[in-house]
């Protein structure tokens, strides 16, 4: 190999490492910019938040947006009737999503193909075309402006049963003839063989369901009438006032505030997520 073609080599290895970096400080900038300025703004007062060109930091950052946020709305009723209704939707998906993955991935049944694909194709219909039905359903049984009528419609998910089918298909059959020999069942081998290793996918699918349905606007707007069920982003659309009049600062530390349980729950879960993502599909 020549000498000019080993220093073009080097040049590019050498290039390569400090162009990926400028490439995800773009990434993050453009991801974290609107996050930095949601915060900046919840600390300034409501006539510094129209100033142009806007600042990022705050000239006398102060907290009385914040205050504004719980003197307009109740924001623990609110955000205990969010963390009900996400919480539960979690564990919903956890489990109806762990047991159809595993009968889609493991047990042999007629229509097991043609049923798979049906349900991957409810993935292609959009919420707002099936919300009346739902809707009608709900009021046919009483269920219409209830948290439950929030949680148990949305406990099926077509993306969980699909994620998990494929992290026990990369699970090896061994551990389960192994406990069908010992006399054990299709339901003691999911519960006590195969539930506890797809602990990480299960941790996908609950951690992915929160950070949703926490922000989730459009079924509680139709499904929710009472202020007493409102869930959090709900009730943040009051803080704008008459025709978007209110205070931008109010508004945005709303925003934070609702951001914080999100933030947590992730930060909680980052590892299982972490894990789950990159051993999925892997044969153990």
Same mark, same amino acid.
């Given at each position: 190999m020549?000498?000019?073609?080993?220093?073009?080599?080097?040049?590019?290895?050498?290039?390569?490492?400090?162009a990926?970096i400028?490439?995800l400080?773009?990434c993050a900038l453009?991801?974290?910019g609107?996050?930095?300025?949601t915060?900046?703004?919840s600390?300034?007062?409501?006539?510094e938040?129209?100033d142009l060109p806007?600042?990022?930091?705050?000239?006398?950052?102060t907290?009385?947006a914040?205050?504004?946020?719980?003197?307009?709305?109740d924001?623990?009723?609110?955000?205990?009737?969010?963390?009900?209704v996400?919480?539960?939707?979690?564990?919903?998906?956890?489990?109806?999503?762990?047991l159809?993955?595993?009968?889609f991935?493991?047990?042999?049944?007629?229509?097991?193909?043609?049923?798979?694909?049906f349900v991957?194709?409810?993935?292609?219909?959009?919420?707002?075309v099936?919300?009346v039905?739902?809707?009608?359903?709900l009021k046919?049984m009483?269920?219409?402006?209830t948290?439950l009528?929030l949680?148990?419609?949305?406990?099926?998910?077509?993306?969980?049963?699909?994620?998990?089918?494929?992290y026990?298909? &990369?699970?090896p059959?061994?551990l389960?003839?192994a406990?069908? %020999?010992? *006399?054990a069942?299709?339901?003691r @081998?999911?519960?006590? +063989?195969?539930?506890?290793?797809?602990?990480?996918g299960l941790a996908?699918?609950?951690?992915l369901?929160?950070?949703?349905h926490?922000?989730?606007?459009?079924r509680?707007l139709i499904?929710?009438?009472?202020?007493?069920?409102h869930?959090?982003?709900?009730g943040?659309v009051s803080?704008? &006032?008459?025709?978007g009049?209110g205070?931008?600062?109010v508004? %945005?530390? *709303?925003?934070v505030?609702?951001? @914080?349980p999100?933030? +947590?729950v992730?930060l909680?879960?980052?590892?299982?997520?972490?894990?789950?993502i990159?051993?999925?599909?892997?044969?153990?």
């Amino acid at each position: 190999m020549s000498q000019a073609t080993l220093t073009a080599s080097r040049i590019r290895h050498s290039f390569a490492p400090s162009a990926r970096i400028a490439a995800l400080t773009v990434c993050a900038l453009l991801t974290l910019g609107p996050v930095v300025w949601t915060v900046s703004t919840s600390l300034r007062t409501p006539a510094e938040s129209f100033d142009l060109p806007p600042k990022i930091i705050p000239t006398s950052p102060t907290t009385e947006a914040y205050s504004g946020v719980f003197d307009q709305i109740d924001v623990w009723l609110l955000a205990l009737n969010s963390t009900l209704v996400t919480a539960l939707i979690a564990l919903g998906q956890m489990v109806t999503a762990g047991l159809a993955g595993y009968a889609f991935a493991r047990l042999d049944f007629r229509f097991k193909k043609s049923l798979f694909a049906f349900v991957l194709a409810t993935m292609m219909v959009p919420l707002q075309v099936t919300i009346v039905p739902v809707f009608l359903v709900l009021k046919s049984m009483s269920l219409t402006d209830t948290l439950l009528g929030l949680i148990i419609p949305a406990f099926p998910t077509a993306f969980g049963t699909f994620l998990m089918r494929q992290y026990f298909l &990369g699970m090896p059959k061994d551990l389960g003839e192994a406990a069908m %020999l010992d *006399g054990a069942g299709p339901w003691r @081998i999911f519960r006590s +063989v195969y539930a506890p290793l797809a602990a990480p996918g299960l941790a996908i699918v609950g951690v992915l369901a929160f950070n949703y349905h926490w922000n989730e606007f459009f079924r509680p707007l139709i499904l929710e009438t009472s202020s007493q069920n409102h869930t959090l982003p709900l009730g943040l659309v009051s803080l704008q &006032g008459n025709l978007g009049t209110g205070s931008v600062s109010v508004v %945005l530390a *709303g925003v934070v505030l609702s951001m @914080i349980p999100a933030v +947590v729950v992730f930060l909680i879960g980052q590892r299982p997520l972490r894990e789950g993502i990159t051993s999925a599909g892997v044969n153990r």
